[in-house]
């Protein structure tokens, strides 16, 4: 369903389809009392192939004109917003819908004008095909809309966080939360490995394959891959625990899928990187845009908070009777937040406007955040705080972030305790 190729393809076929049974329907004569009955519908002979051949004409021109549209598009995003981004565009269902319902229209009125004789009057394919072009100028009309709203960075930052906060709710709903002796069910032993065979980026891992293979051997299976993970051929991604041979090895590697490219479904941590790549290449010398950067570092703090405030799933998977079956770290409130707020602190070194909106950013994040992730929060407003200390020479400057600094320290919970074990 991804790419330029299946869905206009198979839009693309319906044309094609339909043409040869439009055609057999204006043959039967089954709705030509219809016909008769609304006058404007006639039409004679040499009429309808016109009509046929400007619409097959039209609408090849306007095939054109979209796929030249859609790559000076790619060309402006991947150089003004990120290169990762291209996948959006080329799963943007606007632009595959539009491409396959001209192919169709196309097809259709090609093959109708093909098959029809020269004193043969097809005014139901006629009226389907008229039907078409203008479902298809319609869709066009949008596409170009759509195409507008894309090339403006501020709506692709808010589309990709919407699916983002969409990802992290289903991963929060589907999955129980974290509980503090989740680790105690982890077996002591070492574990069989399980190697992988071949070299590549782990897009996904079904856990319900992972929990099939473990309760039916009565084993345990400790992943070491997750989504976002690049793996080497030949290295362990899963150790199996239980009697000799008992899990499945081909069982298990089944549950695991490697491609060459990384893919947003399923992968929390490469959805945040996108965002954060917004948000560098703005902050880069050579574009120097630090209002896009705060756009992006505004969308990324409300998908953070939803992790922050829920708290992550729990790695551990039981089966139906409760017993510990599988290990897989699917979400780590640390390492996301890491992710994120790392890259972003390090690009704004002694930028005041983005720090001080960073620091916001943090202090809106402290409000919601779970008291045993606070700690999070606060060793990141420690890190700006000695960045500051280091990079800001106005005295004046370094005052108003110390400031922000204090506010934000302020809203974490339990910021005194911390402060004090840190100091210690």
Known sequence: MRGFLFVPASLALLGLILAPAAVWLDRTDVLGPVFDLVPFLAISASGAR???GTIAGATMTVISLVYSLTLVVFTLAAGNIGPRLLENFTNSRVNQTTIGLLGGTFLYSLIVLYVVGESEVPRFAVAISIALATISFFAVVYFVHDTAQRVMVDSE??????????????????????RANDRDALPETPGRPVLARKSGYVTAVQSRLLLSAAGSDDGFVRMVARPGLFVLANTPV??????EDAIDQKAIREAIYIEDVRSPDGDIQFN????????????????????????????????????????????????ADGTPRVWLDILNVKNIVGTALHPLRRAARGNVMVLLHLIAAVGRMAVVVRDEHAGVLHQHLRLIATDAAHSISNRDDRREVAEALRKARVQTPGHRSLASAEAD
């Open 50 to 52: 016109a009509v046929l």
């Open 157 to 178: 930052i808010g589309r990709t966080q919407r699916r983002l906060r969409a990802a992290i709710e289903r991963l929060l709903d589907d999955e129980p939360h974290e």
């Open 238 to 243: 899963a150790f199996l625990h239980g009697d």
């Open 272 to 319: 945040v990187h996108l965002n954060v790549e917004i948000a560098l290449r703005a902050l880069s010398p050579g574009i120097n845009d630090p209002y896009t950067a705060i756009s992006a570092l505004d969308h990324l703090s409300a998908s953070l908070a939803m992790v922050l405030q829920r708290g992550a799933p729990s790695s551990l998977i039981r089966d």
